[in-house]
C-alpha cells in the first residue's frame, strides 16, 4: 500500500540559510500534518492543513510557513534557520471520511542538520 | 495545557511475557486514545485507538484498555518477541483532523 513520502530524506544546511520539506499524503486523504521531533524528544505538532486549508496550529515559529497544494502534497518552509532547528520533521495524513479520521500515518521523516 | 505521563522510560522483559505499558494523563479526556510505535529514526507507526466510551480494545497481541475516572490507558503485548523491541507512544486527540499530542515514550526491550 502507499505510503506518505517525504523528500528530501536528509538535509544540511547552514545557520540563516532558507529550507523548503515536501510531503506528499497518501491517495485520497486529505489532511496533511507536520511534527518536529528533537533528540530524545517525542514529537511536537507544528501545524495542519484540511482541504488546503490550515486546520490546527501549534508550536511553529514564525520563521516557518506552510501550505497545502491542490494535489494535496505539503511543503514546510523553514528560514533564517538556526542550530536548534535540527531534527526530525514528520510528515502525517489522515483521511476525515470513512471513520477512521483519527488515525494518521507518519511519512519516514526528513533529517534536517542545521551546521 | 494536558499533560501525559508514561509509566518509565524503559522497560526490560523476557520474551514470552506478557508487556504492561502505563499512560497516564491530566485535565479533560481526549475523544481518542492511540498507541503508536517508534523505532529509532523512522516515523511512528499506528497500532490501535480507543475512544472515550470504549473500555477495551483488542488486535491479534494487543490489547488497550481506557479508564476516563483513573485517565489511564494500558497497553499490553502478550507473548512478547524480540521484535516488539522499540518505543511506545501513547497520543490523545480531540477531535477529527486535529492534532495529536504525544507521551514521552516507554522504550521496550524485549530479551531473548
Known amino acids: 500500500a502507499a505510503g506518505v513520502i517525504q523528500s528530501p530524506r536528509h538535509l544540511i544546511k547552514e545557520k540563516r540559510e532558507t529550507a523548503t520539506l515536501k510531503c506528499y499524503p497518501i491517495?485520497?486523504?486529505?489532511?496533511v500534518y507536520w511534527y518536529q521531533q528533537g533528540p530524545g524528544q517525542d514529537p511536537q505538532f507544528l501545524i495542519s492543513f484540511y482541504e488546503k486549508m490550515q486546520s490546527d496550529k501549534g508550536s511553529i515559529p514564525d520563521r516557518f510557513s506552510a501550505q497545502q497544494f491542490s494535489d494535496y502534497h505539503s511543503e514546510l518552509n523553514m528560514s533564517s534557520l538556526e542550530l536548534g532547528d535540527s531534527a526530525l520533521y514528520f510528515c502525517a495524513s489522515s483521511s476525515t471520511g470513512g471513520g477512521n479520521s483519527y488515525e494518521q500515518y507518519f511519512g519516514p521523516g526528513t533529517r534536517l542538520t542545521v551546521t | 495545557s494536558q499533560k501525559i505521563e508514561q509509566n518509565s522510560e524503559a522497560l526490560n522483559i523476557q520474551e514470552g511475557k506478557t508487556a504492561t505499558l502505563t499512560c497516564n494523563y491530566t485535565n479533560y479526556s481526549p475523544a481518542y486514545l492511540q498507541w503508536y510505535r517508534q523505532d529509532p529514526g523512522r516515523g511512528p507507526v499506528f497500532l490501535l485507538l480507543i475512544r472515550e466510551n470504549e473500555k477495551e480494545k483488542r488486535k491479534e497481541r494487543l490489547k488497550v484498555t481506557f479508564d476516563t475516572t483513573l485517565k489511564q490507558s494500558l497497553f499490553h503485548i502478550t507473548a512478547s518477541q524480540p521484535a516488539d523491541s522499540a518505543t511506545y507512544l501513547c497520543?490523545?486527540?480531540?477531535?477529527?483532523?486535529?492534532?495529536?499530542?504525544f507521551g514521552s515514550g516507554t522504550r521496550l526491550s524485549i530479551r531473548p
Open positions: 491517495p485520497r486523504h486529505d489532511t
Open positions: 497520543a490523545l486527540s480531540y477531535s477529527s483532523a486535529s492534532k495529536i499530542i
